[in-house]
């Protein structure tokens, strides 16, 4: 966290950090205040269909959503109307991620970036990151 910050830096986790070998690490860090998660019912409601479909235990699927939810900030993505994510995110499902970043006044989006194009990178803001 950046010490001259009057708030902790927030951000936006998409569906393949949240549950990627890092998820726990990740929570506890948000958990202990050194970020502030955002997420949506979007990034929520995703993440228990793609557990699903990986075969995640009920119960262990149950308990990451639990967790997630006990330290992130849900923003309503869908009170960002208009834009033109075509530009500069290929696939349309991260359209939501997108607006949960702009909803949620994230400092930090970080998603897959193999859905982004590999070319213009620069129409993305200064306030993206990407793996």
């Known amino acids: ?3 001259d910050r009057q708030r902790p830096i927030r951000a936006v ?3 393949n950090v949240l549950l990627g070998a890092a998820r726990r690490r990740l ?6 205040g050194a970020y502030q998660l955002v997420t949506s019912q979007y990034i929520i409601d995703e993440a228990q269909r793609v557990m699903g479909r990986l075969g995640w235990s009920p119960k262990g699927a149950e308990a990451q959503l639990q967790a997630i939810r006990l330290v992130a900030e849900v ?3 869908q009170t960002i109307a208009g834009g033109n994510y075509e530009l500069w995110l290929r696939d349309p499902s991260d359209h939501p991620i997108m607006a949960t970043a702009l909803a949620g ?6 998603m897959l970036m193999s ?3 590999a070319a213009p990178a620069h129409k993305c ?3 993206c990151a990407g793996s």
């Open 1 to 3: 966290m950046d010490l």
């Open 13 to 15: 986790l998409d569906t």
């Open 27 to 32: 929570l506890l860090l948000a958990s202990l």
């Open 75 to 77: 923003v309503d993505e």
């Open 105 to 110: 006044k994230a400092d930090y989006c970080r």
């Open 115 to 117: 859905a982004w194009p």
């Open 125 to 127: 803001s200064s306030r």
